[in-house]
């Protein structure tokens, strides 16, 4: 959650009069102001908070002042449009939001976001009166990206040149993207121009919901409220025959960031696309010029984004692994619609050579937890399902004669929490796997109740950053059992329930719109009684990909729910101890010391790392053109690098650039565990209590 503004009136009615003056400012921003309906919203927002969330809270003093800085950053999260004065200002609110909560008294948010357009105004106009300047791209200096820790301007002066460079750099970017000079301008006008209309056109919905985030942030991340008409977009999103690319996006400043990709969808079919892509231009199949899309609404890029299956539409990006001083990438993406066959588990069979043996590992990749409820609603017998299709691909691998299976859960966010817990239930014998905690301390166990064990030889579980919720209950629940050896990076780290309400059901009015809230009323907590929540699953054997310093998952966002610990239930656990993880994981250190491949893929993400994390650009030309040569002939070595070392071309298609390094590895860490096990004369589950 960003957080938002607060704002004198006297100041305010001082800045309204100097800039409607000098800018046609909207008479809709004169009178925004809290509705009726905001008013029973807000009662039913903290009645359902207050009661059902799973962290107890006081609206006090304390939380109006946090509500208050979360407000201000969800405003002008890059403290580019307020000055230190307006923030001084704004401390008459301090100890005022949590009455405008408790009390409904919304006047105080609407009165700092008017001031916020009045900033907003301000710098559109001297964005625009700045690209009448002939920029010097000879000259050595560089323009800040980041923003949000340092201090607030001053002043106008300070203000401006922090304005400068970013209008200097927008025109380097483009002109790096072979842009002429009157399409430039053209483009930069439209944006800025934009941003002005689309700060004119926030109404009084949308500065509720934005308050109503700053104040749902303050508890934890997983928690908002979505206003009557980000409902209906979702709805409208979720029923129309429209197709779209297949990724989750969502507003980082002026920017539409990529979030997420989904798997199996057009995006991912064709890896054009990737989290942390920025897009910043859209185009129609047929259109030969791209709609500047760069502080647009994210609605208005969903909807550009969107429509017919099987047309195209063309992006303009900035690579996320290329950071801040991303060259303009333009990629076209087929619509469709993304199917459930694409993302179902899908398996393969490494075979790996050790000591002149040769060994089968299977491989069952699981991008998401999923089920197909329609089929499923209607009675169909061979519904689609993780857990039958996983069952089935066991069935598959067994009749090749494996010696041991690896569970990819890497980048699977999760998904239906029956599926977890069935899937959990083909390595063992019945028994619990994971326990649900509500906001009453009420613990609910959830179990496999079938005693079939669809697999009993050695198993390894690869996750990553990306690992999350449902997939965290899974290789949780296999260390808990000593199941199996869990490998790769430490999981994202999210242990919680969400739950929707929409506020509408409780409304004595039939046609109120209140909008929904998404509340967290529960937390996961492992069969040993430890919370995957913050934390994540920390991998027995650590990949080490994840460089000092990198935050990311829940231990990055703020407010996040800490770890916590319940008691433990009783259930059966394998062979997989202590001794034999250590062993396993010499092996392991000592095979990637020799490893090439692996080493030379930690130096790629040691070089996204430092692409990414960059806090400033420079605005020199010559020395962006370096930058970008430097990192796409760096990374190119490194590629070819590692095709070069691949023993087995045959595992190569003929446009893969080099192999799953990380699946690799794991396939001989499952040979290591066989070894082991067999010498040890055992299965890698038996019957033990614990």
Known sequence: MRKLTKNLTLLLATAITLFAASFSYSTTSEILAPEKQHDRATKLITHFLDKYHYKKFTIDNSLSDEILGAYIEALDPNRSYFYQKDIDSFQIFRFKLDDAISKTELSPPFQMFRLYQARVEERVLFALDQLKTKYDFKVDEELIIDRSELSWATGNHELNEIWRKRVKNDVLTLRLADKKPSEIK????????????????????????????????????????????????????????????????????????????????????????????????????????????????????????????????????????????????????????????????????????????????????????????????????????????????????????????????RSNGGGSLTEATQLMGLFIDEGPIVQVQDSSGHIEVHRDRDSNISYHGPLVVLVDRFSASASEIVASAIQDYHRGIVVGETTFGKGTVQQLVDLNNFSSKDDAKLGQLKATIAQYFRVDGGSTQHQGVIPDIDFKTILKGEEYGERALKNALPASSIAPVKHHIGDIDAQIINQTSEMHSSRVKMNDKFNSLLEIFQLDYDVRNQKAVSLLESSRKEEYKRVETTRSEYQEMLKDMEENLNKLDDDEEFIDVLLDETAHIATDLTKLLKAKNSSSFVYRNH
Do not use: C
């Open 186 to 409: 053209e483009t930069l006008e439209k944006r800025y121009k934009g941003i002005a209309k689309r700060s004119e056109q926030i109404d009084a919905e949308d500065v509720y919901q934005l308050f109503i985030n700053a104040f749902a942030s303050t508890l934890e991340p997983h928690t908002n409220y979505l206003s009557p008409r980000t409902s209906e977009n979702f709805e409208i999103r979720m029923s129309l025959s429209l197709e779209g690319i297949g990724a989750l996006l969502r507003t980082d400043g002026e920017y539409t960031v990529v979030e997420k990709v989904i798997p199996g969808g057009p995006a991912d079919l064709s890896d054009l696309l990737h989290g942390s892509d920025r897009i910043v231009g859209i185009a129609q199949q047929n259109d030969k010029e791209f709609k500047d899309v760069v502080g647009w609404r994210l609605e208005e890029v969903v909807q550009l984004i969107r429509g017919s299956k099987g047309t195209d539409v063309k992006l303009q990006i900035l690579p996320g692994d290329e950071g801040q001083a991303a060259k303009i990438t333009e990629i076209k993406i087929t619509r469709d619609k993304i199917k459930l066959e694409e993302q179902a588990a899908k398996s393969e069979v490494i075979k790996i050579e050790d000591n002149l043996q040769n060994y089968k590992i299977g491989v069952i990749d699981v991008p998401t937890f999923y089920i197909d409820f329609a089929a499923y609603q209607r009675g169909e017998k061979d519904y689609r399902s993780t857990t039958r299709d996983v069952d089935k691909l066991l069935a598959d691998l067994k009749s090749e004669k494996i010696d041991a299976l690896v569970l990819d859960l």
